[in-house]
């Protein structure tokens, strides 16, 4: 009998959706990395492989904003919202999102959610 890892499932599902997902300059990938306590965003264009605008929970301008760790549902949401901010400033409103293999529950849901609320689409 074979045991359950959890890697390994998300590795799993990161590398089936990546054969469809690519970013372009005019779309970039929205993608989301969570460890146990921070929470990464980063808006990549795959075709010239850059990375276009980045934040995360252990940022300066972010770490004055988070109540406890970065690492909660709140911490996700704030950061939605300065990820949002940051893409509109570089004139990016549409994006592809990038689960990166994590189920869309609890701290994903609420980055993307504060993301399309503050002004992202996809």
Not at 3 to 22: G, H, L, P, T
Not at 27 to 41: A, E, G
Request: cysteine-free; aromatic content about 6%.
């Amino acid at each position: 009998m074979k045991s359950f890892n959890k890697n390994e499932a998300r590795e799993k599902r990161k590398k089936r959706m990546r054969r469809k997902v690519r970013g372009s300059s005019a779309r970039p990938r929205l993608t989301v990395f969570k460890s146990d306590k921070h929470i990464y965003v980063q808006l990549i264009d795959d075709l010239s492989a850059k990375t276009l605008v980045n934040a995360s929970s252990l940022g300066k301008e972010i770490k004055s904003e988070f109540v406890k760790k970065g690492g909660n549902k709140e911490g996700a949401s704030i950061l939605g919202k300065i990820i949002a901010k940051k893409a509109l400033e570089q004139g990016i409103k549409k994006v592809i999102f990038d689960r990166n293999g994590f189920l869309y529950h609890g701290r994903v849901k609420a980055l993307a959610e504060a993301a399309r609320e503050n002004g992202l689409e996809f």
